[in-house]
């Protein structure tokens, strides 16, 4: 991991910077890869998207909540951009986290929300993916996931081809649709490959084997050498369109997305919006070095 990796993943916990980012509005070029800070902003943006072709999952952005009527407040806003999904009529789920919603203050607190809008979106006949966090909240999350998955059939979560028991685990997520990742937070080598190859490597393994399992699964990356290997992968096993998606970030490889959405694959575009967008982004400097020089420039002609 590079010294640079580590820094803007150290940024993205600060808790004093995050809070102060809520009131300085999308700053350092943010507002690129941020769909504003209204339901109203995301929509528009997000029917724009499906006119090109592209699906969207939407994320009112926001993490680490520990105050508990913060993380009711988002439990509603969760909701209220549920109507909205409904109301616009746009190919689109919801992608939430967990700390949003009071995880970090009371497991029943946190499942009672989740309860209301897995609920709601049954009801509309949209899916809700709980982005995956850190490891210490893992289990947990799983816990919670497999709990709703009594009720509902339309909830899913994320499975990061860093973790040593990622392969394990997808063995018993088999018929649950999911979203691989690679894994964007910074872990101990106890519970994580540091290695870029030994994690592509265990990443395409993972979608290959949901695949092979007849799950849904979307695969979530920029890494073309990938999507071309997946790609290969569903021709000889002749694996149905319909059976799995391209995720992308918005504001990330447009072209990219775009030229898959025109071959005829299903490509579903990443939407975060809202005014908690400051550890996103930081995650986001951390991934690319490239990212960082988009933000320096906005900085300067602001
Ligand atoms: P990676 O960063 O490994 O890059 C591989 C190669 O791809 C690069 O060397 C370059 O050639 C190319 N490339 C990458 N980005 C490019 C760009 N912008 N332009 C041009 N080329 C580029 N993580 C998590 O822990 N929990 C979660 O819930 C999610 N959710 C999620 C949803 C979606 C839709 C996405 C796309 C990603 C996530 N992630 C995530 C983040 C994920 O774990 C990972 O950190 C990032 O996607 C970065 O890894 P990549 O696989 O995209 O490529």
Not at 75 to 84: E, F, K
Not at 153 to 174: C, F, K, P
Not at 204 to 215: D, F, T, V
Not at 230 to 252: C, D, T
Request: glycine share 6%; with cysteine.
């Amino acid at each position: 991991m590079n010294i640079s990796r580590n820094f803007f993943l150290f940024l993205s916990e600060n808790k004093l910077l995050n809070h102060a980012a809520k009131k300085w509005g999308l700053r350092l070029g943010a507002s690129k890869v941020v769909a504003g800070t209204t339901i109203e902003s995301a929509m528009k943006t997000i029917a724009g998207l499906n006119e090109a072709g592209l699906a969207c999952t939407v994320d009112r952005l926001g993490e680490f909540v520990t105050d508990k009527q913060e993380a009711l407040e988002a439990g509603q806003y969760c909701i209220n951009t549920l109507h909205a999904i409904h109301e616009w009529k746009v190919d689109c789920h919801l992608s939430l986290k967990l700390t949003q919603l009071g995880l970090d203050i009371d497991k029943n607190l946190c499942m009672n929300n989740m309860r209301s809008i897995v609920q709601t979106a049954n009801q509309y006949d949209i899916y809700v993916n709980i982005d995956m966090e850190d490891y210490s909240r893992y289990q947990t999350t799983l816990d919670i996931l497999f709990a709703l998955r009594k009720e509902f059939d339309n909830v899913g979560t994320v499975i990061q081809s860093y973790l040593y028991r990622a392969n394990e685990d997808i063995d018993h997520l088999q018929g649950v649709p999911l979203r691989l990742v690679k894994g964007a937070y910074k872990e101990s080598a106890d519970v994580a490959m540091q290695e870029k190859a030994d994690i592509d490597k265990n990443f395409l393994h993972l979608i290959k084997k949901h695949l092979s399992h007849g799950s849904y699964t979307a695969i979530a990356t920029h890494d073309h050498e990938i999507i071309e290997q997946v790609k290969a992968f569903v021709h000889e096993n002749q694996i149905a369109y319909h059976s799995f998606e391209f995720q992308m970030l918005y504001g990330f490889r447009h072209d990219l997305q775009q030229q898959l959405a025109n071959e005829g694959y299903r490509v579903c575009s990443y939407v975060p919006f809202g005014n908690d967008w400051y550890g996103y982004f930081m995650r986001r400097l951390a991934e690319r070095p490239q990212n960082i020089k988009l933000a320096v420039k906005s900085m300067l002609s602001n």
